[in-house]
Every structure is written in C-alpha cells, then in structure tokens.
C-alpha cells in the first residue's frame, strides 16, 4: 500500500482509492479504513489533513480544488458516511461520481441519519454498488475488487 495525504500530489499510474467521506465534525475513521487495507497494493488517496484552519478562505479553496482534481485522477473511490455529521459535501461528491461508471464502494455507519436516502439512491442509479455498514465491510469490498484487477 501507499499513502497519499492532502496537500500531497498523487501523479502517479497506479491503481489507486479516494477515501471519500466526513472529515469535518466526525471521528479520523481514514485512520481506521488505511490500516485494513494496508495489505494492499493500492494507493491510498485521503482528502483529510493533518492541520486544516477552516477559517482561512484561501485553503479552504486550495482544499476544494485538490479533492476535485484527486476525485478525478483516482482509480476508484470509496465512501464512508459517519454517524456524527450528514456530511454534506460527501453527499455531493457520492451525487457526481454516482454518475460515471468509475468503480464505487459505499460504506454506511448504521446511525447515519441518511441512511435510507443514500440506500435507495444508490439502488437507482448504481444498481452494481452494494451499500455495506461498516468500515471491515467496506475494506472487505475493496479487497475483493482488487483481487479482480
């Protein structure tokens, strides 16, 4: 396994994972997901920083920026929604990649007060992503899939 952390640039050709999910007002669950894939071969993509102000306007764009720009070089992305915040930029970042055929993983923390919406939605639009509800859940999804690689 490798790990890219923001700010860091991934440049790289590898198979690589976006560790989508809540990073504001919630547990460094990232942490937890990077330790049960670290028998893998991917590069691991966290949006979350060690230091992040939320008041300076300026990162909070360079932020933006990066997680857009890694959201689209990335492989595949997985989802983790926390039960402490409806986590509502990941909802829009699940929204958009949703769209494409890019290989998605969706994780669900069973308290999540959105459970059934992103449930239901996701039966809709990717009928081929099962939804699971917990992090050993959705490391187990991911290693599968990369065993198919």
């Known amino acids: 396994m490798k790990y890219i952390e923001c700010p860091k640039v991934y440049e790289g050709?590898?198979?690589s994972l976006f560790l989508a999910g809540g990073i504001s007002g919630c547990k460094i669950w990232q942490n937890d997901l990077v330790k049960?894939?670290?028998?893998?071969s991917l590069v691991l993509i966290n949006p979350?920083?060690?230091n992040f102000d939320?008041?300076?306007l300026?990162?909070?764009k360079k932020q933006i920026t990066w997680e857009y720009e890694h959201l689209e070089r990335a492989s595949a992305v997985s989802f983790w929604f926390p039960s402490e915040t409806v986590c509502p930029i990941t909802l829009y970042e699940l929204g958009k990649i949703s769209?494409?055929?890019?290989?998605l993983?969706?994780?669900?923390?069973?308290n999540y007060t959105r459970i059934n919406d992103i449930s239901i939605q996701t039966k809709l639009i990717r009928p081929d992503v099962k939804v699971v509800y917990s992090l050993e859940g959705l490391a187990e999804q991911i290693k599968c899939w990369e065993?198919?690689?």
């Open 13 to 15: 050709r590898e198979v």
């Open 36 to 40: 049960l894939l670290e028998d893998t």
């Open 48 to 50: 979350r920083r060690k």
């Open 54 to 56: 939320i008041k300076d």
């Open 58 to 60: 300026t990162l909070e």
């Open 99 to 103: 769209q494409t055929d890019k290989p």
């Open 105 to 110: 993983f969706i994780g669900i923390d069973r």
């Open 147 to 149: 065993r198919t690689l």
